[in-house]
């Protein structure tokens, strides 16, 4: 055995234990949960559930309406909307890179909370007492399938849709640059638990909606390049926001249209979410490290894709992260 496999293999195991020891656990993951967020959420509940613990799961932003179909989705809980006020003691983090990426479910964790932070975003910090990390996994459902495997779980269909959620969504369909022999392995052993691949697509990735498509039609009209042509970036205000009618979900994967554009390296989606908040957006075709970017400005996320985001005006954010990224490429 490597030593890396060994060192996962040992946080398996101290995930497990913190998992066993203690009971009356929060589930949180980051702010406008994706889904490997919401499927990790849901996974881990369900094993709680098994296990016969008692857990709640709260997420600060509200669950999109299309994975409304998988178990638990609607269990999880906005954190103002819990009936318990009293503070939690275990928590269990999942797919979040960084604490402040908890957002208001923070609010919700005792003084002397331990967290296990299950993840696999290679920013990750590491806060929490108990680690289980794995950058090499394409999502973070992946590194929960290696947790639920050291339990004595019957796999059926509900369990088996919730991971297969956040492996699909985080691989973009199976076709990013994470999709490894071994997703493939999981995939095809949760199909055969009786997930259907083609109705997943469907209806996580393929279906859109109508406010989807209106913001699409805005941000393109923004569509700017760098002289080179290989940074490109658009833009929504929140005016746009208000006229298309649209939500947080509305907006996922509108940064991923300029990325197939022939020759750009990055490409970049600035969204006002205040007067003086832009929630940057970026994407690489692979060339570049866009984590490394994001990270400058106090975001994070991987290789290919990361975010953060700026308090700062719009026009003035769309300057330096241009200029940031234009100094990366030069170098
Ligand atoms: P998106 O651009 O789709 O919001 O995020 C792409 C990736 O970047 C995700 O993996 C997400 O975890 C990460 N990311 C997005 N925004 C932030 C942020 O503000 N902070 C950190 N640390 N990561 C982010
Ligand atoms: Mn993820």
């Keep these: ?12 195991d101290e995930a497990k234990t913190f998992i066993e020891q203690y009971d009356r656990f929060l589930v949180v993951s980051h702010v406008h949960p994706d889904g490997d967020a919401i499927s990790s959420t849901l996974t881990v509940g369900y094993l709680l559930h098994q296990l016969g613990k008692t857990y709640t799961l709260v997420n600060a932003d509200p669950i999109p309406g299309k994975f409304s179909f998988l178990w638990g ?38 003084e002397r909370a331990q967290i296990l932070n299950i993840d696999h975003h290679p920013t990750n910090d590491h806060y929490g007492h108990c680690h289980l990390i794995r950058p090499e996994a394409a999502a973070t459902a992946e590194v929960l399938y ?38 493939m392995e999981i995939a095809s052993e949760l199909l055969s638990y009786g997930v259907n691949a083609h109705e997943m697509a469907e209806m996580l990735l393929e279906k859109r909606t ?12 923004t569509l700017s390049f760098s002289p080179d042509r290989k940074i490109s970036w658009m833009v929504l205000s929140l005016e746009d926001l208000k ?22 390296v990055v490409g970049t989606l600035f969204r006002e979410v205040d007067e003086n908040e832009v929630k940057i957006s970026l994407r690489s075709a692979g060339k570049v490290d866009v984590a490394h970017i994001a990270k400058c400005f106090n975001g994070g996320g991987h290789v290919r894709a990361a975010g953060a985001t700026v ?21």
């Design 210 to 221: 109508l406010s989807h498509i209106k913001l699409l039609q805005k941000a393109l009209a």
């Design 311 to 331: 308090k700062k005006p719009l026009e003035e954010t769309i300057a330096s992260v241009v200029d940031q990224v234009k100094q990366v490429l030069k170098g």
């Design 146 to 183: 290696d947790l639920l495997k050291r339990f004595e779980l019957k796999w059926g269909l509900d369990l088996a849709q919730c991971v297969y959620t956040g492996i699909l969504t985080d691989t973009g369909g199976f076709r990013y640059a994470n999709t490894s022999p071994r997703v």
């Design 1 to 12: 055995m490597t030593l890396q496999t060994e060192a996962y293999e040992r946080q398996l």
């Design 243 to 264: 006229s298309a009618g649209g939500s947080n979900e509305d907006v996922e994967g509108l940064v991923n249209y300029p990325r197939h554009i022939e020759g750009l």
């Design 73 to 110: 989705s609607d269990s999880i809980q906005r954190p103002q909307d819990l009936v318990s006020k009293e503070p939690f003691d275990y928590i269990i983090a999942v797919d979040c890179a960084d604490y402040s990426r908890i957002g208001s479910a923070a609010e919700r964790f005792s």
